[in-house]
């Protein structure tokens, strides 16, 4: 959706998709992009795929590919996708720049039967102290926007996100949290990841029962 | 000549049925023999595996690229999109197109001759269908011994064609894209079918369609404005014309040709009745009044099921003769079979026009598409 922000994330999350993502699954990536992500999941996965991306140009890159793609905007709906049609629906680095994000929620988790979601944490510390101390709109490396630049228009924490999970009685399946250079597997200590991590992945569903599955 | 161009053509001959062992249309009559006018582009490869039909529009032919003279003054309806690294790449791809049967190029029409009164069958040619249309590709895709299409595509009425193949024959179709096309016609595309039909046939020089030489040019020339119209978006005609006047800058109070839209439509309209054939305007017209899918298969959701062809449906944003939601419906039903398709809607200000017109956009789509069903492991 805004390739300039996620092409300078580092994205290492995408290797940690990768390893949340098991082989022959059909996955649908909301807010594709240029379709690499769906592209490494075929080649290392064999998923099938669908992309989805309000830019065409970009989505030529997936039909070359070979993977599906389907042009059209989050906020106006997933409609045409029928329910339970995908086992993955991915949305990284997307939910922040939705006018529509819980709708964009629900869809996903009517659609496929798993959820990954990817944010940046705007309550991690450095975002914080900056905030508090020198008075500014938060920025880190993660968010290296300016206050009329930034694509997010949604800000929300971890906590935030498990609170909407809690409320909406969606189950948290797996989640990781990067931590200056590294991904943390545990959601053990929510407080301290909502203060360290810059970025949250987190595995989804609304199937009671899977939580065993981990 | 363009180094791109597939350079000079020449058109090739197809004969398939006899009037003993004639080919049986939709509506029961019996047309034979039947004459296919076609051309290619590209070589096929070893085992035929990357033949790529490509089905044409309302007023297109079997001339989608190159030239037939070297002093030819127009390329191919296509040909931004056809040749050695365009779209539908000539160096890697066996590019055909046909005339359909009822048009006027060549192919068996109401201007071919009645093998049984040895006169011009006018009126008493039968009505085809999209789907007649489709079943003489497939004798000609057959005669060309192709076992599976790589690829068909077309735009518009050519939309209708890749759909009735990819139903009709859906084993026989790889991959397919249809562009700026629907399911069936909305009313509001019949009604202005209607009145260019009527405008033909209410021309006294149409006489009940056995006219000679000239026939109903009037007639004619109407149904291509209003149709050209309809090709264009509000937008465009705004841009392009606006409210200015042809050649003065005052009012003349007259009714001769004045505004430049006018003196545009008139030129379009009469230009037309040079290349085309009035009754070959009414069949095909009517022809694209009767498809329907859902009537044909049932309701889309159920029809789509037995389509195996990998599809990629395209629409441009200000296309209000086949709008954008009218691909979606298409594309919504493939997704309810978990069918493989893919869908793109290109921003544009030309209107229907666009997909012969935007040759810069859809190219990219065009290749990148062809090149992803290239590296699929087939089903």
């Known amino acids: ?214 | 000549m363009d180094r791109n161009s597939v350079g000079l053509v020449t058109p090739k001959r197809f004969t398939f049925g006899t009037p003993q062992t004639p080919m049986t249309l939709e509506s029961g009559h019996h047309l034979g023999p039947v004459e296919i006018v076609y051309e290619t582009y590209g070589q096929p490869n070893e085992d035929r595996s990357n033949a790529i039909l490509i089905c044409h529009a309302l007023s297109g032919d079997h001339h989608a690229a190159g030239y037939h003279n070297p002093h030819d003054r127009y390329t191919g309806w296509w040909d931004n999109q056809i040749g050695p690294g365009k779209g539908f790449d000539t160096d890697q791809y066996w590019v055909i197109c046909a005339n359909i049967i009822g048009g006027c190029k060549g192919s068996s029409g109401p201007g071919s001759i009645n093998p049984a009164t040895g006169q011009a069958y006018g009126l008493d040619f039968p009505l085809v269908t999209i789907g007649d249309m489709v079943e003489a590709q497939k004798h000609l895709v057959d005669h060309l011994e192709i076992p599976t299409l790589f690829c068909i595509a077309g735009g518009s009425m050519g939309g209708f064609q890749v759909l009735e193949w990819s139903l009709r024959y859906p084993q026989q179709v790889r991959s397919a894209i249809c562009i700026a096309s629907a399911s069936r016609l909305s009313t509001q595309a019949i009604a202005f079918n209607t009145v260019g039909r009527s405008a033909i046939t209410r021309d006294p020089e149409w006489r009940e369609g056995r006219y000679s030489d000239k026939g109903p040019e009037k007639g004619l020339a109407t149904a291509r404005m209003v149709g050209h119209i309809t090709y264009l978006s509000e937008m465009l005609l705004d841009a392009k014309f606006g409210r200015k006047l042809q050649s003065a800058d005052r009012l003349s109070y007259h009714f001769d040709s004045e505004f430049a839209i006018e003196s545009y439509l008139n030129h379009k309209g009469s230009a037309f009745t040079q290349r085309f054939d009035a009754n070959s305007y009414l069949y095909i017209t009517k022809a694209m009044d009767y498809f329907d899918i859902q009537r044909s298969y049932g309701p889309l959701r159920e029809a789509f099921a037995r389509i195996t062809a990998r599809f990629l449906f395209i629409s441009y944003s200000s296309d209000w003769l086949f709008p954008t939601a009218q691909s979606r419906e298409m594309v919504r039903a493939m997704l309810a079979n978990g069918r493989p398709v893919s869908f793109i809607e290109i921003g544009s200000h030309y209107g229907h026009d666009a997909f012969l017109v935007e040759g810069d956009k859809l190219r990219p789509v065009i290749a990148g598409f062809l090149q992803g069903v290239g590296r699929q492991v087939r089903p």
């Open chain 1, 1 to 214: 959706m805004n390739s300039g922000y996620v092409d300078r994330l580092s994205r290492t999350d995408r290797e940690v998709i990768l390893t949340l993502v098991p082989e022959g699954v059909r996955v649908l990536d909301l807010g594709c992009g240029d379709c690499s992500l769906l592209n490494d999941l075929v080649t290392h996965r064999r998923i099938r795929g669908t992309g989805v991306d309000i830019d065409g140009r970009q989505l030529v890159n997936g039909l070359a590919y070979g993977v599906n793609v389907y042009q059209g905007d989050l906020d106006e709906g997933l409609s045409d996708f029928p329910d339970h049609a995908y086992d993955y629906v991915i949305l990284n680095q997307t939910l922040q720049v939705v006018k529509h994000p819980l709708q964009v929620l629900k869809e996903m988790l009517r659609i496929g039967r798993f959820g990954i979601v990817g944010f940046p944490n705007f309550a991690q510390w450095q975002l914080r102290f900056g905030h508090f101390f020198r008075g500014r709109a938060p920025k880190s490396p993660a968010l290296p926007f300016e206050w009329y630049d930034t694509p997010n228009i949604r800000v929300l924490s971890i906590l935030d996100f498990l609170d909407y999970c809690r409320q909406e009685k969606i189950h948290v399946v797996k989640q990781r949290h990067l931590l200056g250079g590294r991904w943390l597997r545990t959601g053990r200590l929510p407080h301290l990841n909502n203060l360290l991590a810059h970025i949250g992945l987190f595995v989804i569903t609304r199937k009671v029962g899977v939580m065993n599955l981990q």
